[in-house]
């Protein structure tokens, strides 16, 4: 059992940057995978980038050149740096991860709170 907490959220114009952090706490876990998701007014929650174990990353189309995601297994955080944003990101990006139960090796995704990014003049 894990739990995580978003931050980083805020108002910027556009053009500006934001970085998003996602901190997970609990016991006897191991992350595989942490995510970002994000869902826009009147849209479907769509996945923005994600990162494994080793390192391997992928994004969605539209934020590609513009957010880097990392992860620091250490601190079991997970980055989303965001630049040159755009109207069209404004949404609530909510972090997800993906891990196991240490003694049951059982796997089972988890979600934060959501944090709220808006982009405009």
């Known amino acids: 059992q894990i739990q995580l907490v978003e931050s980083g959220g805020g108002s910027v114009q556009p053009g500006g940057s934001l970085r998003l952090s996602c901190a997970a706490s609990?016991?006897?876990?191991?992350?595989?995978?942490m995510a970002w998701y994000r869902q826009a007014p009147g849209k479907q929650r769509e996945l923005v980038a994600h990162?494994?174990?080793?390192?391997?990353?992928n994004y969605a189309d539209s934020v590609k050149g513009r957010f880097t995601i990392s992860r620091s297994n250490a601190k079991n955080t997970s980055y989303l740096q965001m630049n040159s944003l755009k109207p069209e990101d404004t949404g609530v990006y909510s972090c997800?991860?993906?891990?196991?139960?240490?003694?049951?090796?059982?796997?089972?995704?988890?979600w934060g709170q959501g944090t709220q990014v808006t982009v405009s003049s």
């Open positions: 609990g016991t006897s876990f191991s992350i595989i995978v």
């Open positions: 990162i494994n174990g080793g390192g391997g990353i």
């Open positions: 997800n991860a993906r891990a196991y139960d240490q003694r049951t090796m059982r796997p089972d995704d988890y």
